[in-house]
């Protein structure tokens, strides 16, 4: 990491939100920053979110983790939904705050950023995998529950339209489900354990665009808060850990961070 603080820039987009001048200052007074991103970030990009009123996500709820290991019919209304809920965003691109995220970690200044969000738009913005620790799983492709082995998403989508039956494993007949984490399946491990050791090495925590209200992920904050780190919170809504932040930008994302926005 480098030792020098990039410079701070002052915000061009006149919608920028009040204390936009101040975030970018903190961004660029900071040696070692770790970003944690949710859905606000990517609905710029088109991606619906959960909670906003009369999401698509409400008519296409993911089935419970047990369920679809349990039932035949839970898994194919599993991809029933999936496939819904894709064409929704499908040929979304990442946002100005995905561009900015991207370039304080292709700069040097941020190790990785930790996500909500399994869009994948936080590499699609030019990051590597190993860049981006996604808590929830990545709804770009898929996995067998049993065997682990990865399967791709069109061969997936071809044989579903065809067939209506729910993918199975070619290599061990398992179930095969998207490689994002369901409500009520374990959280991964390797994921977690990389956020916590994020979180206790960075000097600045950024959340954007989550409602800090998910479990356990919602820890990492105040894990890092706890350490040390000076904590901002950029988010449309406020959140339960405004009253421990340094610093509450409540706003469009976009706007405030567009003067760090660059081109992958």
Known sequence: MTDSPAPSHAPTDPTAPEGSDELLGLIGRASRIVAFTGAGISTESGVPDFRTPGSPWMANKPIPYDEFVRSEGARREAWRRKFTMDDLYRGARPSRGH?????????????????????????????????????HGNGTYAVCIACDRRHELAAIRAAFEATGEAPRCESCDGPVKSATVSFGQPMPPDAMRRARDLSLACDLFLCVGSSLVVQPAA??????????????ILNREPTGLDPIADLVVQGEIGPALAPLARPA
């Open 99 to 135: 561009r900015a995220l991207a370039a304080l970690v292709r700069e040097g200044r941020s190790p990785g950023i930790v996500t909500q969000n399994i869009d994948a738009l936080h590499q699609a913005a030019g990051l590597p995998d190993e860049a981006v620790v996604e808590l």
């Open 219 to 232: 820890s990492f904050p105040v894990i890092a808060k706890r350490n040390g780190a000076r904590l901002v």
